[in-house]
């Protein structure tokens, strides 16, 4: 009986915050949806479920699903390829190669913010390296935002993949060698292969990275040009004062995140090769 | 025959070699590209009225420090004393001179290149300023002397048996002055002392180690004792109680972000510390990690200890916190880095400058005016050093963390 009395006081701190900042928020939340605010949010009307369908079918939700789908395409695949590619080149036995596998994982010593100021000064029209105005177009917007994303993500992906290619036992690759495999073959057919399960959880890591990017957008376009660059997170901290709408925007990211979450497990697991399992 | 056959062989493994060193390289300047080209920027002040249209360029580099000290945090001093610290460590990492090591490889060669080089640079960088501070036009020889005494000085532990004199000698040209230059640069720069105040960076670093300090106990602490609870205790609705904290992992800080403003709106806690702090004081993901670290442990020692007469609270706190010390370390920091880089939820409750994080207080520092790119860059760059710091003092920790996941 002690016991019980004890541990529910170890648990105590962490529910007493989970209820407070979790699971409270979320609930009012649920409630909030069904009012429409009135009058800029000062008093509220009750609709009904009805602005759960009015919202979440109209181009507040899908403009910002859509876009942050796409920033995760520009920001994930990329991540992946950068990842493997450079844990691959700096996973050999050569002399120094800790300085290029400290250089390649120094990019986890900036923040989201910090990478975001660095590129939106490269890419400055008036005095960056890259004049370029992809700020103003509608179409590269979204991108510009991704770019410090990819650059911050190196760093990370290469520190995952190089810890999975380190817990590949040698005498597999021995083993590939003797059989006559090429350096490409060895990486595609047993390499790959055995580190998965390290991509797959990196792919979960970015995709989560790409659906909280926020920071990357207030910097680099503040959701312009004309909401261009909105992704879901950055409308719903929009409607910060429109308790009703944001409510169900912030549902509807809730409902997205479960099904990816799902997605990920069922889709990726399935071609997943967990060793003698 | 044979003897033509090995020549070959060799030669051709060089080559290999050699192209594996080359595709690093071209890597490593790919990845530190942006990085490499902001520091251009921002030690360029831009002239837009003389060159406008052409983008920031290093012609003219205001070197002259007010004094020694002004910039608190980031004065000269401290800088020079960072930019030694650095240097230690990478000639530890080049001379491979770990504790582990320490008995078999420390001859005095190492300690040479360690400890003297780190002094001589110390020495000789202290003319380099002063010429630069003077500015009669002697400081680049100030700086090629400075190169050169230091790159001699890790000639001898670079002659390792076995490595031609030659190697020896372009290995330590390069290390030496690559780092005295890095240390002239960083030090010298006035742009830095300028970011550092301009930007008003040091309150928003004091703000946001607080918050991250506190943070990061809190969840350390609150982690822990959970972990211990479902780890080692029996108490009814175990299993709930389990799925309640995983359940938290569902409901990210951008799902329930307009419900937490409003909270902190209630309480009247915007622009406090509170508000910053309070809703990431526990973790689940920590819970999740320490409790597999508990795991770990041997049951017969939870046995033997009990037999001891040692109750939860002494078991805790001398046997298994000690003995899941790395995962706690690696939590620890990982936490620490989360919670300095934080930006949505500073940017969401603090609504006065006077109140700003490290990283929102970048954002607020850009505005439009392009003549202080250079300075904003700049501030970006100081404030990536304290976890720059972190990266380097915690590497084994952080890496391990960030992979918790990912091997098993």
Redesign the interface.
């Known amino acids: 009986m002690k016991?019980?009395g004890?541990?529910?006081t170890?648990?105590a701190?962490?529910?007493i915050?989970?209820s407070?900042?979790?699971?409270?928020?979320?609930i009012?939340?649920l409630d909030?949806g069904r009012y429409k605010s009135q009058r800029g949010g000062l008093s509220y009307r009750y609709v009904g479920l009805s602005q759960y369908r009015e919202i979440l079918t109209g181009p507040e939700f899908t403009d910002g699903l859509r876009h942050s789908v796409l920033f995760v395409l520009y920001t994930v695949p990329a991540g992946l390829v950068l990842g493997v590619?450079?844990a691959v080149?700096?996973h050999?036995p050569?002399k120094?190669?800790?300085?290029?596998q400290?250089?390649?994982?120094?990019?986890?010593?900036?923040?989201?913010?910090?990478?975001s100021?660095?590129?939106?000064?490269?890419f400055?029209p008036?005095?960056?390296?890259f004049?370029v105005g992809w700020k103003e177009d509608p179409d590269m917007a979204l991108f510009a935002a991704a770019l410090p994303s990819i650059?911050q993500n190196?760093g990370?992906a290469f520190?995952?993949v190089l810890?999975?290619l380190q817990?590949v036992p040698e005498e597999v690759m021995e083993a590939a060698r003797l059989d006559g495999y090429g350096p490409f073959r060895r990486l595609v057919r047993i390499t790959l292969p055995l580190i998965s399960?390290?991509l797959l959880?990196?792919v979960v890591?970015l995709v989560?990275f790409g659906?909280?990017a926020?920071?990357q957008i207030?910097?680099i376009t503040n959701g312009g040009p004309a909401g261009a660059s909105e992704t879901l997170?950055f409308k719903?901290?929009r409607?910060?004062q429109n308790?009703g709408a944001?409510?169900v925007?912030?549902i509807g990211?809730?409902a997205v995140?479960?099904v990816v979450?799902f997605l990920q497990f069922v889709l990726l697991e399935r071609r997943v090769h967990y060793g003698d399992e | 025959m044979a003897t033509s056959e090995a020549g070959r062989g060799v030669s051709r493994r060089t080559v290999s070699?050699a192209g594996?060193?080359l595709?690093?390289v071209l890597?490593?300047v790919v990845?530190?590209a942006?990085?490499l080209?902001?520091v251009?920027?921002a030690m360029s002040p831009?002239f837009?009225y003389v060159e406008a249209?052409k983008?920031?360029h290093p012609v003219h580099v205001d070197w002259k420090e007010r004094t020694w000290f002004t910039g608190g945090l980031f004065s000269v001093v401290a800088r020079t004393l960072l930019a030694l610290v650095v240097f230690t460590w990478i000639n530890k990492?080049?001379v491979g001179w770990d504790a582990a090591s320490a008995r078999i490889g420390l001859g005095w060669r190492n300690l040479l290149a360690t400890v003297g080089a780190t002094v001589v640079m110390a020495v000789a960088l202290g003319p380099a300023f002063g010429s630069l501070h003077a500015a009669d036009g002697s400081s680049e020889w100030w700086i090629l002397g400075a190169m050169v005494l230091v790159s001699a000085t890790l000639v001898p532990a670079a002659l390792r048996p076995g490595r031609s004199p030659g190697a020896a000698v372009v290995e330590s040209l390069a290390v030496g002055s690559l780092v005295t230059g890095a240390a002239v640069v960083f030090v010298g720069g006035v742009v830095w002392t300028q970011a550092w105040s301009s930007a008003r960076l040091g309150p928003a670093m004091a703000r946001s180690m607080v918050m991250t300090v506190s943070i990061t106990l809190a969840q350390v602490?609150?982690?822990v004792?959970?972990a211990?609870?479902f780890a080692f205790?029996?108490?009814?609705f175990k299993r709930v109680?389990f799925a309640?904290?995983m359940a938290?992992l569902?409901?990210?800080l951008?799902?329930?972000?307009?419900?937490?403003?409003?909270?902190i709106r209630q309480l009247g806690w915007i622009n406090t510390m509170p508000a910053l702090i309070?809703?990431f004081?526990?973790?689940?993901f920590g819970?999740f990690l320490i409790r597999q670290g508990f795991r770990g442990i041997p049951p017969e020692i939870n046995d033997a200890t009990r037999l001891d007469g040692y109750g939860?609270f002494a078991f805790l706190t001398r046997f298994a916190v000690p003995l899941t010390r790395p995962v706690i370390a690696s939590f620890t920091v990982i936490s620490a880095l989360q919670a300095?880089?934080q930006?949505?939820w500073p940017?969401?409750v603090v609504s006065d400058d006077r109140y700003n994080t490290l990283?929102?207080q970048?954002?607020s520092i850009?505005g439009n005016n392009?003549a202080n790119?250079n300075v904003?860059?700049a501030?970006?760059?100081v404030?990536?050093v304290p976890?720059?710091i972190l990266?380097i003092a915690f590497?084994r920790q952080?890496?391990r963390g960030?992979?918790a996941?990912?091997?098993?």
């Open positions: 016991e019980v004890l541990a529910l170890f648990l701190p962490s529910l915050i989970f407070v900042f979790f699971y409270l928020p979320f009012r939340l909030w590619l450079l080149a700096a050999r050569l120094g190669i800790k300085i290029f400290a250089i390649f994982s120094s990019t986890l010593a900036s923040s989201v913010a910090v990478s100021v660095l590129f939106l000064f490269l400055n008036a005095v960056g390296f004049q650059w190196l990370l520190v995952i810890a999975g817990a399960p390290v959880f990196l890591v989560i659906f909280q926020f920071a207030q910097i997170v719903i901290s409607q910060s308790y944001g409510a925007l912030s990211l809730f995140t479960l979450t | 070699v594996q060193y595709v690093l890597l490593a990845v530190l942006p990085l080209l902001t251009i920027q831009p837009l249209g983008p920031l990492a080049l602490v609150t982690a004792l959970a211990y609870a205790m029996r108490f009814p109680l309640l904290f938290t569902l409901l990210p951008e799902v329930t972000l307009i419900g937490n403003i409003a909270l309070l809703p004081t526990a973790s689940a819970t939860h300095w880089n930006y949505l940017a969401s990283q929102f970048l954002r850009i392009v790119a904003s860059i501030a970006a760059m404030a990536a976890v720059l990266l590497q952080i890496i960030l992979t996941g990912a091997v098993k």
